[in-house]
């Protein structure tokens, strides 16, 4: 038997309650209609795999940051050449 509790897993969701503003959920609501979507839960659930994704796009790019600035003077110019190197040799597709 499924409890409720149970975490998404081969298409099982967790069936939760939530309170929200009259205007989120008139927001949602709103969003349901114009995207012809089944359920409000289902654009719950769509905005939040955006924002999951774009937080484990910012945390790439904050590693990415982190990376390049702890990097010396000399790495730094080392990979500045490495990429200028490239960009002679592989040239963008159609330029």
Not at 18 to 42: D, G, N
Not at 57 to 75: I, K, N, P
């Amino acid at each position: 038997m499924m409890t409720h509790t149970t975490r998404n897993h081969l298409g099982r969701r967790a069936k939760k309650s939530f309170t929200l503003s009259p205007e989120s959920v008139e927001f949602l609501e709103a969003m349901r209609k114009k995207r012809h979507a089944v359920s409000v839960s289902s654009v719950l659930e769509d905005i939040l795999q955006t924002v999951r994704r774009e937080q484990g796009r910012a945390a790439v790019e904050r590693a990415v940051a982190d990376y390049y600035a702890s990097l010396s003077h000399e790495e730094s110019e080392e990979q500045t050449n490495w990429g200028e190197f490239a960009l002679r040799e592989f040239p963008k597709e159609g330029a």
